[in-house]
């Protein structure tokens, strides 16, 4: 190898780890990451498929998974699947002749109507004022789908959102526990559809023993999947304090980051949590509802709360 694909295996070894802040688009179900597609596409060319060398994998097969399986490829959403070799060779800016939109100004990441669920998520769930659904299934849902968004984009989790619900068990975190006990049960998550990324698979895993945990002991009676005062309550200590006059400044840039998410990436990784670095923490408490610092929706954007 190079040295250039060293350095390029190197970052894409510590992205699938975490993503670092800078090379991740600023809100947070990240639709748009900032590293040039090509560059991605060359790197995860070279890099992920001598990671695959476990398996004999023929060229009908390979094939196959760089369709089915934007994986490791963050240029997906730039380029959907019929076109994306020749969108990915061009820089992402030239707009495509437009579909039909409906009018409404959305966040830069959702205005497009190329992207159904993605507008969908951004319309009715996304930071959603006070929480779009407290459950504890739920906000486990949103936990693994943001873990394994690390790197990708969020367009691609939300693609193998009905895979992830199926494979998981409807994300009941108390069967994933108990069921995925060895690395063989692993390899059964990852021959499903779900993004296949061993090290995600493994913390999700890791993650249910972890979640039933942190019920079981703070919210010992908020235990159930449909309980709204468990995991929802949990997250309730890091909301943005309004600030001591009351007057909160208005936001004026993206972060990527907060004194919050990083508390709770602190206090989560205490507790065994893997995947819970602050960047997607923060992505996640945005996403929940959970009221943070920075630009939330886009001013002019028609869910903005402004
Ligand atoms: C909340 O989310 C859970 C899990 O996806 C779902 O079963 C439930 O129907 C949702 N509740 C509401 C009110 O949307």
């Given amino acids: 190898m190079s040295r250039r694909s060293n350095r390029i295996a190197r970052s894409l070894q510590q992205l699938n780890r975490e993503p670092a802040a800078a090379i991740l688009a600023p809100s947070a179900p990240i639709g748009i990451t900032a590293i040039p597609a090509a560059a991605v596409t060359a790197a995860t060319n070279k890099v992920t498929k001598p990671n695959k060398s476990g398996r004999a994998v023929s060229k009908a097969t390979d094939d196959k998974e760089n369709n089915d399986d934007s994986n490791e490829d963050p240029s997906a959403e730039a380029a959907p699947k019929k076109k994306r070799k020749v969108v990915a060779t061009k820089t992402t800016k030239e707009p495509e002749s437009p579909l039909q939109g409906d009018g409404k100004t959305r966040c830069i990441w959702a205005d497009n109507p190329r992207y159904p669920l ?26 693994i789908l943001e873990g394994a968004q690390a790197g990708l984009s969020w367009s691609t989790v939300l693609h193998k959102r009905e895979a992830y619900r199926e494979a998981y068990h409807q994300f009941d975190y108390h069967r994933i526990a108990t069921t995925y006990k060895s690395p063989t049960d692993n390899d059964r998550l990852l021959q499903t559809n779900i993004v296949k990324n061993k090290l995600k698979v493994q913390a999700s895993i890791v993650n249910a023993k972890a979640f039933c945990e942190l019920l079981e002991e703070l919210y010992p009676d908020q235990t159930g999947l449909d309980d709204m005062k468990g995991f929802w ?3 309730q200590d890091y909301k943005k304090k309004a600030s001591k006059k009351g007057q909160d400044k208005e936001p004026t840039e993206y972060l990527t980051r907060s004194a919050e998410s990083d508390r709770l990436s602190e206090d989560l990784k205490k507790r065994g949590f893997k995947f819970v670095g602050s960047t997607i923490m923060y992505a996640y408490l945005q996403a929940a509802g959970i009221k943070q610092d920075g630009i939330q929706h886009t001013t002019g954007c028609f869910r903005s709360h402004k």
Wanted: proline residues 3%; hydrophobic residues 40%; glycine residues 4%.
């Fill in 233 to 235: 309550m949990f997250l």
């Fill in 118 to 143: 993605l507008q969908a998520y951004h319309d009715e769930e996304w930071n959603y004022p006070d929480g779009f659904n407290h459950t504890n299934r739920y906000l486990f849902e949103l936990l």
